[in-house]
């Protein structure tokens, strides 16, 4: 019997919410990770609030000879959660996996200058969304007795000094969300896992007007001075879903080019250099 190829998702059914893009052609998280799944085999259900923009996505995946269907939905909504869960398991028979995209930047502001009204729509768009969204996906999971969830933070989930008190929030409480959801499901063997990603150029950063300079600094922010897309957050969020990662729940994932490990500050030393600092070191250090 021939052993099965990794990273194979052949016979696997996906969600993923946020899986448009605001820009056609252009690779957002969601649409990266909702393409990489159909590369490798999955149906794909592209949630997206925006019909034009899971069309787009599904555009894409056609071309590559992949499987997926558009389902609108409004994550913030439950009737509407439970209906694209529905729908999905209509299309293509069960759910194994759930990819939890969808956030926005939201209000801005400290705690005496932002909108408390645009503090709870907002924290509802980025936490509340991924407890609706799972609430009727595991149901679905239970039957199959396994399931993945992949929850989307950021890093400033875990270093914060964002501008915003509402984002660093909300993606800190992801984070410990999905910690939680890992030890309440893990018996049922459903994981669940987050990435965090850096600072990735997506659609909805150059949407938001960035300029050259400004691309740049976000580059020297990170050890390998390189600019992170959303294909390397959607290739960590495949590896979460893959039956390689199998034996790992609870992961908090930093995509982010080494930025949370911290600063390139220290010239590097020479190889002489490092055998004299050595000889410096006691025997029983």
């Known amino acids: 019997m021939a052993a ?3 990273f194979e998702f052949i016979g696997e059914v996906a969600i ?3 899986a448009g893009s605001r820009m056609p052609a252009e690779i957002g998280n969601g649409r990266a990770a909702a393409i990489l799944l159909a590369r490798q085999g999955a149906k794909v259900a592209l949630v997206d609030y925006n019909v034009e923009w899971g069309q787009e996505t599904k555009r894409m995946i056609d071309l590559e000879g992949g499987v997926s269907e558009v389902v609108q939905a409004d994550v913030t909504d439950e009737e509407s959660c439970k209906n694209a869960v529905a729908k999905t398991i209509e299309l293509f028979g069960t759910v194994n996996i759930l990819v939890n995209i969808v956030g926005v930047g939201g209000a801005m502001g400290d705690a005496t200058t932002l909108d408390l009204a645009a503090w709870e729509r907002d924290f509802k768009i980025n936490v509340t969304s991924m407890v609706l969204m799972s609430r009727h996906a595991i149901p679905e999971m239970r039957k199959n007795g396994r399931g993945a969830i992949v929850n989307m933070s950021s890093v400033s989930g875990l270093l914060g000094g964002n501008p915003s008190l509402l984002y660093p929030t909300t993606k800190g409480a992801i984070i410990q969300m999905t910690r939680a959801m890992a030890a309440q499901h893990g018996a049922e063997n459903i994981r669940v896992n987050c990435v ?9 950063v150059r949407g938001r007007g960035m300029t050259d300079k400004m691309r740049q600094d ?3 922010q990170n050890l390998l001075k390189q600019e992170g897309t959303g294909w390397d957050v959607g290739y960590a969020i495949l590896f979460l879903c893959s039956k390689e990662a199998k034996w790992i729940t609870g992961l ?21 250099t490092l055998a004299e600092e050595n000889t410096t070191i006691p025997n029983n250090a």
């Open 218 to 220: 976000r580059i020297n």
């Open 16 to 18: 993923v919410t946020g």
């Open 252 to 272: 908090i994932m930093p995509v982010d080019g080494g930025t949370t490990a911290g600063k390139a500050d220290r010239p590097a030393l020479k190889a002489d």
């Open 196 to 204: 965090c990603p850096g600072m990735v150029f997506t659609p909805m």
């Open 4 to 6: 099965a190829k990794a």
